[in-house]
């Protein structure tokens, strides 16, 4: 079945500088890419998607990139700000396995004032 | 327009007690996900609704957990009797259309079990 591994697991930067989160999938057929934030006591807020017939979308201060070849897609967030501050997981679905959504563990990411 | 709705929000219970989660998805969402979040580890299905209908409960340990989703709309989880490995935070999420779509997924806050 599908596999996500998701880098570094924890992520420390400094306000205004930007963070990139990567993600590794094992399944080819997988085509839909999405990223969950989560806060403390709350339920995972998709906050980006991108599907596997796009190379690169953009919202605001977000942006994801999926290479396809590579089999890897990353999240940047640009102008950081503390409020940015949570747990980011990256996730991947596809025909393989019924659609199952395969979330990698996790990022914790600290923006520090 | 309201969430997902889900309760208890927190329990804490002694081990081989039953334990029962409550789940009130959007209002025209017709899949529903039940998931298992161990702490530091991204969220798990455990059994995915399509209306009434248990599409995908592969991952659901069907020997102390039961689930049921009565005219596709609230769904509980059960677990009898439960165990000290099953402490957790069980999420439940919604979204509109088949699970093939790709459509975006709301959670709910969770339920946070502590089994003693």
């Known amino acids: 079945g599908e596999n996500v591994e998701q880098h570094p697991s924890t992520l420390s930067v400094q306000e205004g500088d930007s963070a990139v989160i990567k993600c590794t999938y094992s399944?080819?057929?997988?085509?839909?890419f999405p990223w969950y934030k989560q806060e403390l006591g709350k339920g995972p807020q998709l906050i980006i998607d991108i599907r596997s017939n796009v190379g690169e979308k953009k919202d605001q201060r977000i942006a994801v990139t999926l290479n396809k070849t590579a089999k890897h897609f990353s999240l940047h967030i640009t102008e950081t700000q503390p409020e940015d501050s949570a747990v980011y997981f990256c996730?991947?679905?596809?025909?393989?396995?019924?659609?199952?959504?395969?979330f990698g563990a996790g990022t914790r990411l600290f923006v520090k004032a | 327009e309201a969430g997902v709705v889900q309760s208890p929000r927190y329990k804490i219970i002694e081990k081989k007690q039953p334990v029962a989660f409550w789940c009130n998805p959007i209002?025209?969402?017709?899949?529903l996900y039940w998931y298992l979040q161990n702490l530091g580890q991204g969220p798990e299905l455990l059994i995915r609704y399509e209306n009434e209908e248990a599409v995908d409960d592969s991952q659901l340990p069907k020997d102390r957990f039961s689930a049921e989703r009565l005219k596709g709309v609230d769904s509980t989880l059960k677990i009898q009797p439960a165990e000290l490995g099953d402490s957790a935070v069980y999420l439940c999420a919604s979204s509109f259309g088949t699970s093939g779509g790709g459509r975006e997924q709301f959670f709910g806050p969770g339920t946070r079990l502590t089994v003693l």
């Open positions: 996730a991947a679905k596809g025909p393989t396995g019924g659609f199952k959504t395969i």
């Open positions: 399944d080819s057929a997988s085509n839909y």
């Open positions: 209002s025209g969402h017709n899949t």
